[in-house]
């Protein structure tokens, strides 16, 4: 498994845990993405700024702190 945020633009991904407290998984929540999602990482950009990712057809720019708890397998 490998956090979100080590993984390279345009591979499609499955989210197994989310290690950020409860309101982090709230928000997560709130985007639509949740253990289970599959998402797709557009955009990973090295030292700059939000990680985009799209989840059913919607982009999500998700910041790299909470990106670096989420831990995902590569599909």
Request: charged share 20%; hydrophobic share 45%; no cysteine.
């Amino acid at each position: 498994m490998k956090s979100l945020l080590e993984i390279p633009s345009h591979k499609l991904v499955k989210i197994i845990s989310i290690a950020g407290g409860k309101n982090a998984r709230r928000n997560l929540g709130q985007l639509g993405i949740g253990i289970g999602s599959i998402v797709k990482v557009k955009r990973n950009a090295p030292f700059a700024g939000p990680l985009l990712v799209e989840n059913h057809g919607t982009s999500v720019a998700i910041g790299r702190g909470i990106a670096s708890r989420i831990l995902v397998e590569e599909l």
